[in-house]
Every structure is written in structure tokens, then in C-alpha cells.
């Protein structure tokens, strides 16, 4: 195939635009690409063409309208060296009624380009065709209905568990049933590691940065080293340059814990190929669906520590492991990190709500880094040394406190519930009183305007609140406590000898200091109390095979300050 040297060569040349897509394969052959090139070589042949350039755009829709293949011929077209296009049917060049009309009655004819669909006889050299609309038109309600029918097919996927979407990265179809997604153990391993350093404290940026120092193939590259075609941007100049975004991604996909997630995206019209993320409660979920990859417990934990986004370094880059997990017992803000501008080695946290800094807090909560850690490292001790030899004990202990905390939970969030309900309510009185106010001319109308914007905007507000609540109440009304993974994660540390942010990450969901005081006899003791993930706070029983945490600290010089337990977590 040759292009035209000049445009003397233009009447001498044309373009065949071969299309197929997935939808068209389910058709007769005739729709394949090997017979439209067949069809349309020997058609351009006949009518004496001397120069053939072909554009095909295999398993692509004709509604789209940025088709590589058919944008690049358009491009040709407008430099003026092509003079006639020939296509199967006016179907191939697009199913978009509008789009095609405009191609056929304003482009060609503008640029002077002869159009040839060869199996509906048209040929525009021979004059108008008054069907050409009403062909495009039935082209377009053809695309609709197939989009139609997808649409039902997939729901009826949805209802059966069936995944509308491609496996994650991790995970690859059963060669003998597509449905199902077997553990690519390969890229499994991957995610696994990934899932690891995050607890371990590594941020993003610095996982991914190790994932390229290992040459490990990013997703992209992996899916076609085995062979498989999937969308997405590919760069051929980095195989191995991971992408703290890509880290992320697989740090979010709860399909990872074995779960199948369909609706999670949609499109506003078959014609419109952006798609749209699908709002949580519209997405259907059937959990177990698959071998997991992650632990759910785990996985779980990282959503949490995720969401929370927490702070872990000073302004002068400085990280603790504790930073975001501490908390004030009284008011409930989370505790600063700091350290001693003399003397960097003494750091310790103090709550970020103390009225000293213009917060409402009555007391610092102060607390030392090195004498939180020696608390809880003996805490979890304790509770490794209650776990291994008081096994029944322990789980009859933790299934009560769990119970027990989340009951506790449940009250507030009703009475937080019930208490924004009540404003819910009270509000709509304020707006009825307004406009009777106003009506009557005891307030005009700019202050009506001002004081409605400002209710409105709290009602909004409100109304967002109440829905969070009612979906964090409806969790809890489902949720089991999943005592058997956090014992299978503290047994993993029943000889630690020092505290990782892993650790703490795993174990441990809150640890609310108390501002320490002084004893009738002089002594300060400082109290804290450590709530741990699916359990809460659990009081290990006076046993005589469990030692107690028993911490004395020299804070300074002359000051003394001994470590009390809370007994019980409300």
C-alpha cells in the first residue's frame, strides 16, 4: 500500500476504514476484519484505485468518538491527498446518528471526499441518498439497544456474584471458568509485601520506591509479559518505575480480602465512555467470594489507619510511631509530638487542645515518648502472657469487653443521633417561623434571605451527620467481633522485646493518657488506658503466673513518675 506523492495522485487513491467491535464478533463472519478487507480491497480494486490506505480499529465501538485508527484517517483526510473512503456499511464509520450525519452531509463534502459503503450499495458520485439519515439513525438505536441488554445481562451477573470487572493485579481468571478469579501467586506476592511495609510504618512513596530498586514489574508491564491486553497507560521506558498512586490503589481494594465489588463505576449514556464512580451504597458486594490475598482483619486496619490520615511527623520532619494512636482522655483530641529543643533525646506528647495554646483542655496530659513506650510494650506482654496460658479465660474476657464496648458505642452514637434529629427538627420550625416573619413584614427580606442561607447550610450539614450515623449504626448492628485474628496477630509478639509500629498498627487502636497526679503521699502516677483493636480495653485479671506493669520513671531531676492502669474502659 502506497500514499499519494502529490495530489495529482488524489482521485487515484482511497481509504479503506475496517472497524469490528466485541459486540459486532457475536455476528456473522462477514462483520470480521479479514472479510471487510477482503470486501473493500476487492471493491476499491474494481472501481480502479491504484493506491490502497488502510485504517482499522479492532474491538472499539463505533459511538466512540476518539477511535485512534479513525481519527488518524480523518486527519489524513483533511490534508487534502485522499479522495474517496470506502467502508462495509455507513455502521462502521459510527453509531452516532449525529456524528455521522455531520461526517457525511458536511465533512466529505467539504473536503470533497467521495463516500462508498459497499454492501448497502451507496456510492455518493451517483447523488443524494434520502435514506442516509434514517440508516445512520437506526445505526445509533441498534448501539442503544445493545447497551440495553448489556445492562440487564450484567445485572443478572450482579445478582449471581458473578465480577463484571477485571481481576486486580494479584489475581487471575480460572482458564477453566472465567467467573472465577484464582491467586496469582506471582503478583500475590506483591501485594502481600506491599500490605507488610505499609504496616511496618513505610509510606507510599517510599514502597514504591523499593518496588523499582527490586526490578519488580510494575502492573501494567506484568499483565503483558504474560500475554494479556489491558487498558491503562504503558510506559515502555520504565518497566519497574512504580507509582505511589498504583501503591495506593492496591492498599484500597477490598477485593484483596476475597470480596467481589460490582457497580463500582457508571456511565450516563451509552454514548459517554468516562466513567463515573458509583457512591457506596450503590454498589453490590458479596463477601467470600474468592481465595482472599489479605487477611479482612488486615485489610480492615488499613483502611482505619488510611482514613485517618493521622499526623506522624514534627514540622521539623521528626516521625514517632505513636503519633496519631495517642490520645486525650479527657477531651478526646489527639496528643502532639514533641522534643526538646536542648536536648532532642527527651520527646514526649502533650494534648493539641490545652487551653495554654488556646485550646478548651484543662490539663497538658503531658507524657514521655520512653516512658509510654516501657507502659506498653509491658502491657502487651501481659496480654501475650494472658493469651498463652489462660486461653478460655481470655476469650470469654474479650468476647464480654467487646460486647461491652461496642454496646457502649452504640448508646452514644443513638443519643448523637437522636440529639441531631432533634435540630433536624428544630430547624424546620425556625424556617416556618421565618417566613411568617417575614410575610408579615417583621423582617424584610434581605435579612430572610441571609438568615435562611445560614439554617439551610446547617440543615445540610445535618442531613450528611445523620446519614454517616445511621450507616455507622446499621455496621455496628452487623459486626462481629473477630477475636481469633487479633489473638493470631498478638501471638506473633509473645517474645517482642521492642515496640515497631507495625506492632502497634496491628494491635492497637487507641491509647488515651490521663494528665498525670499527685498521690495523698506525694507520689504523681499517670494513667493510661490502652484500647485495643476488636477487643477495646480488657482488664487482665490479678493473676499469679501474669506479672503486673509495674513503671517508675525519673522524669528529672527530683520528679518521680509511676505508671497506674485503668481498670476498665467505659
Same mark, same amino acid.
Given at each position: 500500500m502506497t500514499r499519494p506523492k502529490s495530489w495529482d495522485d488524489r482521485e487515484q487513491t482511497c481509504a479503506i476504514y475496517l472497524r469490528i467491535s466485541r459486540d459486532d464478533k457475536g455476528l456473522d463472519e462477514s462483520y470480521s476484519i479479514t472479510n471487510q478487507r477482503k470486501l473493500l480491497t476487492r471493491a476499491a480494486k474494481e472501481k480502479g484505485f491504484t493506491s490502497i490506505i488502510e485504517f482499522m480499529d479492532d474491538g472499539i465501538t463505533g459511538t466512540d468518538r476518539d477511535r485512534k485508527e479513525f481519527v488518524r484517517m480523518i486527519a489524513e483526510l483533511e490534508k487534502g491527498c485522499i479522495g474517496t473512503v470506502i467502508v462495509k456499511d455507513l455502521s462502521r464509520l459510527a453509531r452516532d446518528h449525529i456524528r455521522a450525519d455531520t461526517l457525511i452531509e458536511e465533512f466529505f463534502p467539504e473536503h470533497d471526499i467521495r463516500l462508498i459503503a459497499v454492501s448497502e450499495g451507496l456510492d455518493t458520485d451517483n447523488g443524494e441518498d434520502e435514506f442516509i439519515p434514517f440508516r445512520n439513525l437506526m445505526n445509533e438505536w441498534y448501539a442503544r439497544d445493545i447497551s440495553k441488554k448489556r445492562r440487564l445481562t450484567n445485572t443478572v451477573k450482579v445478582n449471581s456474584g458473578i465480577p463484571l470487572s477485571l481481576p486486580p493485579y494479584g489475581y487471575m481468571k480460572d482458564a477453566n471458568d472465567p467467573t472465577r478469579w484464582l491467586i496469582d501467586e506471582e503478583a500475590a506476592a506483591v501485594v502481600r509485601r506491599i500490605y507488610n511495609m505499609w504496616l511496618s510504618g513505610i509510606g507510599s512513596e517510599q514502597i514504591a520506591r523499593a518496588l523499582e530498586e527490586d526490578m519488580i514489574l510494575r502492573p501494567m508491564h506484568y499483565w503483558k509479559s504474560k500475554g494479556l491486553n489491558r487498558g491503562g497507560k504503558f510506559d515502555p521506558e520504565n518497566p519497574y518505575k512504580w507509582k505511589s498512586s498504583t501503591v495506593i490503589k492496591i492498599l484500597s481494594q477490598q477485593e484483596y480480602c476475597g470480596d467481589v465489588i460490582n457497580f463500582k463505576t457508571y456511565s450516563k449514556s451509552f454514548k459517554l465512555k468516562r466513567r463515573l464512580v458509583t457512591s457506596e451504597e450503590n454498589r453490590v458486594i458479596f463477601k467470600d467470594n474468592h481465595e482472599p490475598i489479605i487477611e479482612r482483619a488486615v485489610w480492615e486496619r488499613v483502611q482505619e489507619k488510611r482514613g485517618k490520615a493521622r499526623k506522624r511527623k514534627t514540622n521539623d520532619g521528626v516521625k514517632n510511631m505513636f503519633s496519631g494512636l495517642v490520645v486525650c482522655a479527657d477531651c478526646g483530641s489527639n496528643l502532639w509530638f514533641h522534643f526538646n529543643q536542648n536536648n532532642p533525646a527527651i520527646q514526649y506528647f502533650n494534648c493539641s487542645n490545652y487551653k495554654g495554646n488556646r485550646g478548651t483542655c484543662s490539663a497538658t496530659h503531658h507524657i514521655r515518648v520512653d516512658f509510654l513506650e516501657r507502659i506498653v510494650l509491658g502491657e502487651i506482654r501481659r496480654l501475650t502472657q494472658f493469651v498463652n496460658k489462660h486461653g478460655n479465660q481470655f476469650i470469654k474476657a474479650a468476647i464480654g469487653f467487646t460486647q461491652q464496648a461496642e454496646e457502649t458505642l452504640r448508646k452514644r452514637k443513638e443519643r448523637e443521633l437522636q440529639a441531631k434529629k432533634a435540630r433536624d427538627r428544630e430547624l424546620d420550625k425556625i424556617f416556618n417561623r421565618l417566613y411568617e416573619d417575614n410575610? *408579615?413584614?417583621?423582617? +424584610? +427580606? !434581605?435579612?430572610?434571605?441571609?438568615? *435562611?442561607?445560614? %439554617?439551610?447550610?446547617?440543615?445540610?450539614?445535618?442531613?450528611?451527620? /445523620?446519614?454517616?450515623?445511621?450507616?455507622?449504626?446499621?455496621?455496628?448492628? $452487623?459486626?462481629?467481633?473477630?477475636?481469633?485474628?487479633?489473638? =493470631? !496477630?498478638? #501471638? =506473633? %509478639?509473645?517474645?517482642?522485646?521492642? /515496640?515497631?509500629?507495625?506492632? /502497634? $498498627?496491628?494491635?492497637?487502636?487507641?491509647?488515651?493518657?490521663?494528665? !498525670?497526679?499527685?498521690?495523698? $503521699?506525694?507520689?504523681?502516677? #499517670?494513667?493510661?488506658?490502652?484500647? %485495643? $483493636?476488636?477487643?477495646? *480495653?480488657?482488664?487482665?485479671?490479678?493473676l499469679p503466673d501474669i506479672a503486673d506493669c509495674h513503671v517508675q520513671f525519673q522524669a528529672r531531676k527530683g520528679v518521680e513518675i509511676k505508671y497506674s492502669q485503668v481498670e476498665q474502659a467505659v
Amino acid at each position: 500500500m502506497t500514499r499519494p506523492k502529490s495530489w495529482d495522485d488524489r482521485e487515484q487513491t482511497c481509504a479503506i476504514y475496517l472497524r469490528i467491535s466485541r459486540d459486532d464478533k457475536g455476528l456473522d463472519e462477514s462483520y470480521s476484519i479479514t472479510n471487510q478487507r477482503k470486501l473493500l480491497t476487492r471493491a476499491a480494486k474494481e472501481k480502479g484505485f491504484t493506491s490502497i490506505i488502510e485504517f482499522m480499529d479492532d474491538g472499539i465501538t463505533g459511538t466512540d468518538r476518539d477511535r485512534k485508527e479513525f481519527v488518524r484517517m480523518i486527519a489524513e483526510l483533511e490534508k487534502g491527498c485522499i479522495g474517496t473512503v470506502i467502508v462495509k456499511d455507513l455502521s462502521r464509520l459510527a453509531r452516532d446518528h449525529i456524528r455521522a450525519d455531520t461526517l457525511i452531509e458536511e465533512f466529505f463534502p467539504e473536503h470533497d471526499i467521495r463516500l462508498i459503503a459497499v454492501s448497502e450499495g451507496l456510492d455518493t458520485d451517483n447523488g443524494e441518498d434520502e435514506f442516509i439519515p434514517f440508516r445512520n439513525l437506526m445505526n445509533e438505536w441498534y448501539a442503544r439497544d445493545i447497551s440495553k441488554k448489556r445492562r440487564l445481562t450484567n445485572t443478572v451477573k450482579v445478582n449471581s456474584g458473578i465480577p463484571l470487572s477485571l481481576p486486580p493485579y494479584g489475581y487471575m481468571k480460572d482458564a477453566n471458568d472465567p467467573t472465577r478469579w484464582l491467586i496469582d501467586e506471582e503478583a500475590a506476592a506483591v501485594v502481600r509485601r506491599i500490605y507488610n511495609m505499609w504496616l511496618s510504618g513505610i509510606g507510599s512513596e517510599q514502597i514504591a520506591r523499593a518496588l523499582e530498586e527490586d526490578m519488580i514489574l510494575r502492573p501494567m508491564h506484568y499483565w503483558k509479559s504474560k500475554g494479556l491486553n489491558r487498558g491503562g497507560k504503558f510506559d515502555p521506558e520504565n518497566p519497574y518505575k512504580w507509582k505511589s498512586s498504583t501503591v495506593i490503589k492496591i492498599l484500597s481494594q477490598q477485593e484483596y480480602c476475597g470480596d467481589v465489588i460490582n457497580f463500582k463505576t457508571y456511565s450516563k449514556s451509552f454514548k459517554l465512555k468516562r466513567r463515573l464512580v458509583t457512591s457506596e451504597e450503590n454498589r453490590v458486594i458479596f463477601k467470600d467470594n474468592h481465595e482472599p490475598i489479605i487477611e479482612r482483619a488486615v485489610w480492615e486496619r488499613v483502611q482505619e489507619k488510611r482514613g485517618k490520615a493521622r499526623k506522624r511527623k514534627t514540622n521539623d520532619g521528626v516521625k514517632n510511631m505513636f503519633s496519631g494512636l495517642v490520645v486525650c482522655a479527657d477531651c478526646g483530641s489527639n496528643l502532639w509530638f514533641h522534643f526538646n529543643q536542648n536536648n532532642p533525646a527527651i520527646q514526649y506528647f502533650n494534648c493539641s487542645n490545652y487551653k495554654g495554646n488556646r485550646g478548651t483542655c484543662s490539663a497538658t496530659h503531658h507524657i514521655r515518648v520512653d516512658f509510654l513506650e516501657r507502659i506498653v510494650l509491658g502491657e502487651i506482654r501481659r496480654l501475650t502472657q494472658f493469651v498463652n496460658k489462660h486461653g478460655n479465660q481470655f476469650i470469654k474476657a474479650a468476647i464480654g469487653f467487646t460486647q461491652q464496648a461496642e454496646e457502649t458505642l452504640r448508646k452514644r452514637k443513638e443519643r448523637e443521633l437522636q440529639a441531631k434529629k432533634a435540630r433536624d427538627r428544630e430547624l424546620d420550625k425556625i424556617f416556618n417561623r421565618l417566613y411568617e416573619d417575614n410575610i *408579615s413584614g417583621k423582617i +424584610d +427580606d !434581605a435579612r430572610f434571605m441571609k438568615m *435562611s442561607a445560614q %439554617y439551610a447550610k446547617e440543615q445540610a450539614a445535618l442531613a450528611e451527620q /445523620l446519614k454517616k450515623l445511621a450507616k455507622e449504626l446499621d455496621e455496628l448492628e $452487623n459486626r462481629d467481633a473477630d477475636v481469633s485474628s487479633f489473638v =493470631k !496477630a498478638l #501471638q =506473633k %509478639y509473645t517474645h517482642v522485646r521492642k /515496640l515497631t509500629e507495625r506492632m /502497634l $498498627n496491628e494491635l492497637i487502636e487507641r491509647i488515651e493518657v490521663f494528665h !498525670a497526679e499527685r498521690t495523698e $503521699n506525694g507520689e504523681r502516677r #499517670q494513667r493510661i488506658r490502652i484500647v %485495643y $483493636n476488636c477487643l477495646g *480495653s480488657i482488664e487482665i485479671p490479678d493473676l499469679p503466673d501474669i506479672a503486673d506493669c509495674h513503671v517508675q520513671f525519673q522524669a528529672r531531676k527530683g520528679v518521680e513518675i509511676k505508671y497506674s492502669q485503668v481498670e476498665q474502659a467505659v
